[in-house]
């Protein structure tokens, strides 16, 4: 049987002292999807860090991109173009999203970035909208905050069970989309 690759990518910023940000949800999608499938520890390749699994007919190439946020395409361009992935239908991106209260999940096939400045690189250096996207809501900024003070805090501890059940529903729904599709994976778990 030949598997077919799919590329998850999860976004946030490398180093220690994001970790645990709103920023880098999408970093913990990926750790957490690695300790429920038992894949190996991620190791660094290239501009990024990636460990891989089959799960049914598909190999899973997780990607946590080590560019910086804001220059997440150039990484995923690169995976994309050597595996060959079909970027509409083999590729799915997490991330953060301020327009959705916090801890809520909506898959969505494609769309303009929001202002997700890691999500609007990857559509720009791959050329095209139609990317498939997971997105967690982290909360509006609050008022006499700064956006980028705001999504590189840490969530507050009435926020942290709400958050960790988002990363197992983004678990979840990352497994749905390998065994089904997308549109089954939005059909039960856009909420």
Known sequence: MTLTQKLVVGLGNPG????????????DVLDALCRKLAAPPPRVNGDGKTSSIALGSDKLLLVWPQTYMNHS????????????????SDLLVICDDL???????RVRPQGSAGG??????????????QIPRLRIGIGAV????DGA?????RFRDDERPVIAHSVERA???????????????????NS
């Open 16 to 27: 220690a002292k994001y970790v645990g940000t709103r920023h880098n949800i999408g970093f």
């Open 73 to 88: 395409g150039r990484c995923v361009r690169r995976f994309a173009q050597f595996y060959k992935t079909d970027i509409h």
């Open 99 to 105: 327009s959705l209260p916090v801890g809520k999940v």
């Open 116 to 129: 997700q400045k890691g999500l609007a690189d990857i559509l720009q250096q791959l050329g095209s909208l």
């Open 142 to 145: 609050p008022d006499h905050w």
């Open 149 to 153: 003070d705001y999504v590189l805090s």
């Open 171 to 189: 678990c979840s729904a990352i497994e749905a989309w390998c065994q089904h599709d997308l549109q089954y994976c939005m059909n039960h778990f």
